[in-house]
C-alpha cells in the first residue's frame, strides 16, 4: 500500500459528480469510512461526509448499530458522544476492552477474531 498522505489534494485526480466533501481526521487511522459521493451519501449541503440525506441517516444509523467486519478491518459503532446516555460511556469501553483483548487479524483475506 502505497502511503498518500504527502498529497494535498486528490492524489489519484478522481472526478466527482460535484464537489467532494472532505473527510477528518488521520489518514494512517485504522478505521476509516468512505462513501461514493456527496450526492449519494450526503454532506455536499453542511460539508460534512454522510449528512443532510436520508442515505448518510441509514448509513449512520447502521454503522452504529453492530460492529462490520471485513477483510483486514473491524468496525466498531459509536455514537455522537454528545448524545449519549450516562450509561454509554461505560458500555462502549467494555466493548473496546473485549475487542483488544482478543487477536484480531487477517487470514486468507477473511477478517478472523482469534481467542
Given at each position: 500500500m502505497e502511503n498518500v498522505t504527502s498529497e494535498v489534494s486528490n492524489p489519484f485526480g478522481i472526478q466527482y459528480p460535484g464537489s467532494a466533501v472532505a473527510g477528518y481526521?488521520?489518514?494512517?487511522?485504522?478505521?476509516?469510512v468512505g462513501g461514493d459521493h456527496p450526492g449519494r451519501h450526503g454532506?455536499?449541503?453542511?460539508?460534512?461526509?454522510?449528512?443532510?440525506?436520508?442515505?448518510?441517516?441509514?448509513?449512520?444509523?447502521?454503522?452504529h448499530a453492530e460492529g462490520v467486519t471485513g477483510r483486514g478491518f473491524l468496525l466498531v459503532p459509536?455514537?455522537?458522544?454528545?448524545?449519549?446516555?450516562?450509561?454509554?460511556?461505560?458500555?462502549?469501553?467494555?466493548?473496546?476492552?473485549?475487542?483488544?483483548?482478543r487477536d484480531y487479524r487477517q487470514t486468507k483475506g477473511v477478517a478472523t477474531l482469534v481467542g
Open positions: 481526521g488521520d489518514a494512517n487511522a485504522d478505521v476509516h454532506g455536499a449541503g453542511a460539508g460534512v461526509p454522510f449528512t443532510d440525506s436520508a442515505a448518510g441517516v441509514r448509513l449512520q444509523r447502521i454503522l459509536v455514537a455522537d458522544p454528545a448524545d449519549w446516555a450516562p450509561a454509554d460511556e461505560r458500555a462502549l469501553r467494555r466493548r473496546l476492552a473485549t475487542v483488544l483483548s
